[in-house]
């Protein structure tokens, strides 16, 4: 299994970025396909998470700017950031679960900064 993800870089805040994770060896419709993200001395926090069923969850931190989705011809797995904060910098982690297996990806840096 190997989630790949891409995107992440340097924007001003306010700013957009789009996260994607492209996962091989599952299938994102399957599982519950998820974003953490983990700043420098902070734990690895849940940012939103799409479920097999289609529902979705966000941190409170991020509800309103941010838009988890999943294309499943793509078989990836989308992070739309808006307005982006200084305080969402971060390394962000695609992660799928599914019946007691999860896998991560190897994290993309967003950094916001002006």
């Known amino acids: 299994v190997q989630l790949q993800a891409s995107g992440g870089g340097l924007v001003q805040p306010g700013g957009f970025l789009r996260l994607s994770c492209a996962a091989s060896?599952?299938?994102?419709?399957?599982?519950?396909m998820g974003w953490y993200r983990q700043a420098p001395g902070k734990q690895r926090e849940l940012v939103a998470v799409?479920?097999?069923?289609?529902?979705?969850k966000y941190a409170d931190s991020v509800k309103g700017r941010f838009t988890i989705s999943r294309d499943n011809a793509k078989n990836t797995v989308d992070l739309e950031m808006n307005s982006l904060k200084v305080e969402d910098a971060a390394v962000y982690y695609c992660?799928?679960?599914?019946?007691?297996?999860?896998?991560w990806g190897q994290g993309t840096l967003v950094t916001v900064s002006s």
């Open positions: 060896g599952i299938i994102v419709s399957l599982n519950d």
């Open positions: 799409i479920r097999s069923g289609g529902s979705t």
């Open positions: 992660h799928g679960a599914r019946f007691g297996d999860d896998y």
